[in-house]
Structures are given as structure tokens and as C-alpha cells.
Nanobody, 123 residues
């Protein structure tokens, strides 16, 4: 599976962005999908995850109430709607396909990773 993340960019604090993750080569409709991010000088961290049917979602505490993960299996895409963005959300965001059907907050359970898309939030 090849994953392509897109939708990043420069936005002011309080603004919104919608990231998209497209799968090719093979469907990921039977797998959970997660979003992770890595800020400069920091470790990669879990942001959000969604089950294969879209009925189970998990969020990092830092993004709860601001970010929403969703998926469209017919289009083989997963989305991350990010609202009320803060400078602390600045990072490269990666989408990843899990070996499991339910989301995990641990990167060990994810197998395929996209190349990442940069989100920069200015104050």
C-alpha cells in the first residue's frame, strides 16, 4: 500500500485545514488508519485513529474537540479536519495504515506510512 498525505500548508492560529490520505496499490478499507505528527526536535506522536468501518475513533488529548478523523472507503481515503489550530500543532503529519482493524495509539501497530505533509500554524 502506498499512502499519500496532502492538504498541509501555512495557516494562522485559529484557522482550519483538512488533510487527506489517499491509498494506492491496495485498498486499506479493511484496516484502521491513523494520523501521527512530528514537530522539529520532537518525537513522533499519535494524533488520531479510525477503525476500518469508521465507527471507532481515538484522539490525542491535545487535539480532542478540535480535530475530526473520518474515512470514505469507497474512495479509499481518510481525512483529518483540523479546526482552531494552534502554533503547537505545527508539525509534519503522517497517515499510516494499521495491521489491525481498530485504531491504536502506538506506532508499532502501523505498517504502511505516507511521506507526510507539513502543517505550519503562525501566531
Amino acid at each position: 500500500v502506498q499512502l499519500q498525505a496532502s492538504g498541509g500548508g501555512l495557516v494562522q492560529a485559529g484557522g482550519s485545514l483538512r488533510l487527506s490520505c489517499a491509498a494506492s496499490g491496495r485498498t486499506f478499507s479493511n484496516n484502521a488508519v491513523g494520523w501521527f505528527r512530528q514537530a522539529p526536535g520532537k518525537e513522533r506522536e499519535f494524533v488520531a485513529g479510525i477503525s476500518w468501518r469508521g465507527d471507532i475513533t481515538h484522539y490525542a488529548e491535545s487535539v480532542k474537540g478540535r480535530f475530526t478523523i473520518s474515512r470514505d472507503n469507497a474512495k479509499n481515503r481518510v481525512y483529518l479536519q483540523m479546526n482552531s489550530l494552534k502554533p503547537g500543532d505545527t508539525a509534519v503529519y503522517y497517515c499510516t495504515s494499521s495491521r489491525l482493524s481498530v485504531p491504536s495509539t502506538t506506532s508499532d501497530f502501523y505498517r504502511y506510512w505516507g511521506q507526510g505533509t507539513l502543517v505550519t500554524v503562525s501566531s
